[in-house]
């Protein structure tokens, strides 16, 4: 099994449809969450941390199931802007760093 | 200065030949990381420097040499490669947690796009 696992995609949805996104990770000593976003032929980008508690920033709503091993992603009123690809990313280690990626979501919006 | 600047972006290089990547960071990270990426693949982890040592190596080949000069230096020394290596080469550096509290993930730098001839 694979560390980290998402959504095969892609996904292609219209403008101002809502889209969600999952990841699972194997490691349940796994202690950081991230979403990062990668546009074509660029590097990856923070999108947001992921928070036991949930966190939301404007469109976007990360959610973390330490029970489950699953974390997900919501994009609401999608924009053709959103256009990418999305990595679930899990800091496996115990101490100091160590990242895994998943394997990347690609989402299309279009118009 | 919020940025992990790479150079070069682009680089074309033989197979006898002998170059170097540079990363610099002035964010006062003490984490930095060599990572690859193919087309329509995830970054693969190649190297972490942490607190200017080598950290881990994931097995890579020894065509790849890293050297982390200082704090804000990354350099990543290229001899002898092979075409199968043409791919985004990216740089990233973070804080460096050893009791482990989540929430710093990476700033990556925006790579170097490597072709082997």
């Known amino acids: 099994r694979k560390e980290v696992e998402q959504d095969p995609g892609p996904f292609n949805v219209p403008e101002g449809a809502t889209v969600a996104f999952n990841c699972t990770y194997s490691n349940s000593a796994s202690q950081s969450f991230f979403w990062y976003r990668q546009d074509c032929r660029k590097e990856p980008k923070l999108l947001m941390s992921?928070?036991?508690s949930g966190n939301e920033d404007g469109r976007f709503t990360a959610q973390l199931n330490r029970a489950s091993q699953y974390i997900s992603l919501l994009i609401r009123d999608s924009k053709l802007s959103d256009s990418a690809t999305y990595l679930c990313?899990?800091?496996?280690?115990?101490?100091?760093?160590?990242?895994?990626f998943g394997p990347g979501t690609r989402l299309s919006v279009l118009p | 200065d919020t940025e992990v600047t790479q150079t070069p972006k682009h680089l074309v290089m033989g197979m006898t030949n002998k170059k170097s990547l540079k990363c610099e960071q002035h964010m006062g990270h003490r984490a930095m990381y060599w990572y690859k990426q193919k087309a329509k693949k995830p970054p693969e982890l190649m190297f972490v420097y942490s607190y200017e040592k080598l950290s881990i190596n994931e097995s890579v080949p020894s065509r790849f040499s890293p050297e982390c000069p200082n704090s804000s230096l990354l350099n990543l020394h290229l001899h002898a490669l092979q075409p199968e290596d043409s791919a985004l080469y990216l740089c990233a550096s973070s804080q460096e947690n050893i009791i482990n509290r989540g929430d710093y993930g990476y700033t990556f730098g925006s790579g170097t796009r490597l072709t082997v001839v």
């Open positions: 990313v899990v800091n496996i280690g115990n101490y100091g760093q160590n990242f895994v």
């Open positions: 992921v928070y036991s």
